[in-house]
């Protein structure tokens, strides 16, 4: 365990309340501060300037980013819940900048990948679960009680309303929105709009599109390509090589048909 004083941007010492328990092999960075009966475990990494509320338990193979916040009771970094787990060592990392609210649980990966990732500037809700492998980029937002299985993949700036399960190996796609209470059983498309159980699309998430900065002819062109996969009664793989045909050649739409081609286990449509 490291820590550092001075500076004059703020606090720079590393603080461990009393009757936290902080083992010997891990380390915390500057102005990490561990709160009333938490507990870090081995091969825990904390960045500077993370703070865990009370009764945190990150358990251990843990690295996590920092400025970080880590509310009372969020628990990280456990073994898999998976029945192939055999033990073997494996990581979970979070990115800088993240929120955790209060129970939260994240789970280390399994030997499939060895890890499971959340990214930076995410915001964790109260109850929520990332399970073994699961893979999240930046910028995300998982409302309460928001519960993934395994091998679950969300992309930048993803929005999920709360209650929402996850199937395991679904991914969904940078920029999409999920309404709560939903169940997502197949993947959603990037700048798309998802919700209900069974889930549905409902067209391009074009308020959070234009909110981040889309311009309209990017909008007008993934508008295009989905009514061209979507609404102009194809099959999918049909409808996508016509929109490769008769949308305009954008990155955005690029991905967006790209990210429908490669899908494994169908797409919400």
């Known amino acids: 365990m490291k820590g550092t004083t001075g500076g004059a941007e703020g606090p ?49 193979d843990t690295t996590v980013g920092a400025d970080c916040r880590i509310s009372q009771g969020a628990v990280l970094g456990t073994d898999p819940q998976d029945l192939k787990f055999q033990g073997e060592r494996t990581w979970l990392e979070v990115g800088d900048r993240t929120v955790i609210r209060e129970y939260a649980t994240l789970n280390r990966g399994t030997s499939a990948t060895g890890r499971t990732v959340v990214g930076s500037d995410c915001l964790l809700m109260a109850y929520t679960h990332v399970a073994h492998d699961c893979v999240l980029g930046n910028h995300i937002v998982l409302s309460n009680s928001v519960n993934m299985a395994g091998h679950v993949v969300i992309g930048d700036w993803v929005i999920v309303g709360g209650l929402t399960p996850i199937h395991q190996f679904v991914r969904v796609g940078a920029h999409a929105f999920v309404g709560g209470a939903s169940r997502i059983a197949q993947d959603v498309p990037p700048y798309c709009r998802a919700a209900g159980n069974p889930s549905k699309l409902y067209g391009l998430n074009s308020v959070g599109l234009e909110r981040r900065g889309f311009g309209p002819e ?20 049909r409808g996508v090589a016509r929109a490769r045909d008769e949308a305009p050649s954008l990155p955005e739409v690029g991905h967006f048909l790209d990210f429908i081609a490669a899908s494994e286990r169908g797409i919400i449509s």
Request: hydrophobic fraction near 45%.
């Open 12 to 60: 720079t010492e590393t603080f461990v309340h009393p009757s936290a328990l902080v083992d010997d092999g891990a380390e915390l960075g500057v102005g990490v501060q561990v709160g009333p009966f938490s507990i870090v475990g081995p091969g825990v990494t904390l960045g500077d300037g993370t703070r865990l509320a009370s009764h945190v338990l990150v358990a251990r």
């Open 218 to 237: 990017v909008r007008k062109a993934l508008k295009q390509a989905y009514r061209l996969v979507f609404k102009a009664g194809l099959n999918v793989s």
